[in-house]
């Protein structure tokens, strides 16, 4: 639940302020509209918080700038949807432009739950420790051969540093 506690605030947030937003326009609440309006202050910055934190998380960091300058691209080209959204509203009133908006908002925050809950039914992969793979393996007086092997340079320098730190004790 953790890691996608913050798509649930920023779901949870946004159906408040459509709601609120609801509330204004049937009703005329000028509290509403202040409500919706502190409530869409507090959820942007968490957006860009959020969305940066999702890119890396799921695609890594070493492709961070590629994924994440394209995720802002996509939302650039979905800001120019404001005035045929506006031409809309002022043909078909603004409730049915909030209800497409609520509907498209609800798809998009599905994306990272099911991305999360699939990621859940995947059983991970066993990770041993340097220390395990350490003991498991045997040393040779020449350790160049074991440093071509599938345990790479890392390990290989990790269990040199563990075979002198064993051999200071």
Do not use: W
Not at 77 to 82: E, K
Not at 140 to 145: F, I, M, N, V
Request: glycine share 8%; proline share 3%; aromatic share 14%.
């Amino acid at each position: 639940f953790r890691s996608v506690g913050g798509y649930f605030v920023l779901l949870g947030a946004y159906a408040l302020f459509s709601l609120l937003m609801a509330a204004f326009s049937q009703f005329n609440l000028r509290s509403a509209a202040y409500l919706a309006f502190a409530v869409f202050a507090f959820c942007r910055p968490l957006f860009y918080s959020l969305n940066a934190s999702f890119c890396g998380q799921q695609f890594g960091y070493a492709t961070f700038g590629k994924i994440f300058g394209l995720v802002t691209t996509i939302s650039g080209f979905a800001n120019l949807l404001v005035q045929p959204l506006e031409a809309i509203a002022r043909d078909h009133g603004f409730a049915f432009v909030r209800s497409a908006l609520l509907v498209a908002q609800l798809l998009t925050a599905a994306l990272p739950i099911l991305v999360t809950l699939r990621q859940r039914r995947t059983p991970r992969p066993r990770r041993e420790s340097v220390r395990q793979i350490v003991r498991q393996t045997s040393f040779k007086d020449d350790t160049s051969g074991l440093q071509q092997s599938l345990l790479g340079g890392e390990v290989m320098r990790a269990m040199v540093r563990v075979r002198s730190f064993d051999s200071l004790g």
